[in-house]
Nanobody, 125 residues
Framework: EVQLVESGGGLVQAGGSLRLSCAAS????????IGWIRQAPGKEREGVSC????????YYADSVKGRFTISSDNAKNTVYLQMNSLKPEDTAVYYC??????????????????WGQGTQVTVSS
């Protein structure tokens, strides 16, 4: 059974940092890409970042470039999202998702079949 479990969300002041974790199980981690997607109240889901476990390629939305860093520990089947210089507009539920192969074009994760339950990130001003 494919399972993704996010953790690390919380409440932080603007300018602060959080590190999200996505622990994966039930599939061959090295063959998959893992993405982070967020959804704020009343807004559409936004692809934030993605990493290909095969070759380590990483991708970021323009809104988070230079502030967020995605990384992978293949030995632990875990992907991390280090979020620095957080802004109130980063407030959202953050999900991780897994898809076979490479990261999707244009950070659209609709075809990624496996999703976690999400973790809330709240950034106060």
């Amino acid at each position: 059974e494919v399972q993704l479990v996010e953790s690390g969300g919380g409440l932080v002041q603007a300018g602060g940092s959080l590190r999200l974790s996505c622990a994966a199980s039930g599939f061959t981690f090295d063959d998959y890409a893992i993405g982070w997607i967020r959804q704020a109240p009343g807004k559409e889901r936004e692809g934030v970042s993605c990493i290909s476990s095969r070759d380590g390629s990483t991708y970021y939305a323009d809104s988070v470039k230079g502030r967020f860093t995605i990384s992978s520990d293949n030995a632990k089947n875990t992907v991390y999202l280090q979020m620095n210089s957080l802004k109130p507009e980063d407030t959202a539920v953050y999900y991780c998702a897994a898809g076979y192969g490479s990261c999707p074009p244009f950070m659209v994760f609709a075809d990624f079949a496996s999703w976690g339950q999400g973790t809330q990130v709240t950034v106060s001003s």
